[in-house]
């Protein structure tokens, strides 16, 4: 079953990257090339993307399964990007995090001709970092259409945030 191997495969880090912060790290999900396909293959499976114009993918580890998904699905990719990776004009939003703050800026010429959009990410904690992407997209109109993330951690109730669906993997 796909959560009982992922819940094997992902480490846990006390203290990363500051005291009182439990670090999940899906990287030795990318050891695994059976385990990591299989994951996207669910991933990419989700109604939501059906309907999507493009997905947005957040820096940086959500680029691992966004870039992926948008190939199964023949769906355009758009990045968030933390501060001074992006060049042209941008559309940014700050936002905190359970151990500092930080922004994200997408490209204003990259989100234009879509309305629909898909964020894909691996880890939904208190819910920051999707929110500032959908504060980008809300300031331009757009729609969101749902939250692909490879694990949520129930008990921070990011999903509470939300109005659109959210679909996670693992639950911890």
Do not use: W
């Not at 580890?61 to 968030?80: C, E, H, T, W």
């Not at 992006?86 to 997408?106: D, F």
């Not at 757009?142 to 990011?158: F, M, N, Q, W």
């Amino acid at each position: 079953m796909l959560q009982e191997e992922l819940h094997e495969t992902i480490k846990n880090f006390p203290d990363f990257p500051s005291k009182g912060i439990l670090f999940r790290d899906i990287l030795p999900v990318l050891q695994k090339p059976k385990l990591y396909k299989k994951l996207i293959e669910s991933m990419a499976s989700k109604d939501f993307f059906n309907k999507a114009d493009a997905i947005i993918a957040i820096d940086a580890r959500g680029f691992l399964f966004a870039s992926s998904i948008a190939i199964i699905n023949s769906i355009p990719l758009i990045l968030a990007r933390k501060p001074g990776k992006l060049p042209g004009t941008l559309i940014s939003s700050e936002y905190e995090l359970e151990y500092g703050a930080n922004s994200l800026s997408i490209q204003k010429d990259s989100i234009s001709s879509y309305e629909k959009f898909v964020i894909v990410d691996d880890l939904l904690a208190t819910g920051g970092t999707v929110n500032c992407v959908t504060q980008i997209l809300k300031e331009k109109h757009k729609e969101i259409l749902g939250l692909s993330i490879v694990i949520e951690l129930k008990d921070l109730r990011g999903r509470d945030l939300f109005e659109f669906p959210v679909e996670s993997e693992l639950q911890l």
